[in-house]
């Protein structure tokens, strides 16, 4: 796009100052590099628009992803453990739960459906209006007698290169939204993994090397409500040793 800036920004340049212009009463007036003015107006006015209208596109996108990994997750996470279900008889509640991931897919890919749709309509129609731009600033000179028809030809393909090139943040947008959602989304994990080192450092949790076993004493654990699952309880695993944990399922 540069190149073709620079390669086709001088011609319509040199194409469009000698454009003479009426200016009503029998005046004229020309404007050096009329076209290219034009162009670069019309660019930033269209790059205004489509920021407006499509930024809406990065926080859609970074719901799409959370949503999917959401879903494969739970996917996942069900295989891993489809024994436990089976034996909890928790079907239900897994289908229940992997129906509301799914429509939470859904319904995200519903919105960047119209919000891509919007976004489209807007670019078509600031491409068209981008192509009738030469002709509508050329009709009245040539009704005038003051451009030739050849002048204008030119000058439109020129135009034309120029417009294209300066449209690329337009065009480019959809990819340009889905990439910061991306970082965003890996800025979000890694902000969080900053977080849980800092927590851990505060827990004061020392990793040692010690004897080839491990010593429980007097451990404890609870279930997120507050179920005592296990009090008191001391064991020694030496190095090659074969424990088996069993308890009931939950």
Do not use: C, K
């Amino acid at each position: 796009s540069v190149a073709t800036l620079v390669s086709f920004g001088g011609l319509l340049w040199s194409l469009s100052s000698g454009w003479v212009i009426p200016t009503g009463g029998g005046a004229q007036r020309q404007v050096p590099g009329l076209l290219l003015w034009v162009a670069i107006a019309f660019s930033v006015v269209s790059m205004w628009l489509t920021h407006l209208l499509g930024r809406r596109l990065v926080p859609i996108n970074y719901d799409r992803f959370r949503y999917e990994a959401d879903f494969r997750y739970g996917l996942v996470r069900f295989r891993d453990n489809v024994e436990a279900v089976a034996l909890s008889r928790g079907e239900a509640v897994e289908r229940i739960g992997a129906l509301d991931r799914f429509r939470s897919v859904v319904d995200v890919f519903l919105q960047l459906i119209r919000a891509e749709l919007q976004l489209s309509i807007l670019t078509g129609t600031l491409g068209r209006l981008s192509s009738l731009v030469p002709f509508l600033l050329a009709a009245p000179s040539y009704f005038n007698g003051l451009v030739t028809l050849g002048l204008i030809v030119q000058t439109r393909v020129a135009y034309d290169q120029v417009s294209g090139a300066l449209s690329w943040f337009v065009n480019a947008y959809r990819e340009i939204a889905r990439w910061r959602a991306n970082i965003e989304r890996l800025a979000a994990f890694t902000d969080v993994m900053d977080a849980t080192a800092r927590d851990l450092a505060r827990a004061e949790i020392q990793v040692a090397t010690g004897p080839e076993e491990i010593r429980l004493v007097d451990v404890r654990l609870e279930a997120p409500g507050g179920r005592v699952l296990l009090d008191r309880a001391s064991a020694v695993v030496g190095a090659g040793q074969r424990v088996a944990v069993l308890g009931p399922p939950g």
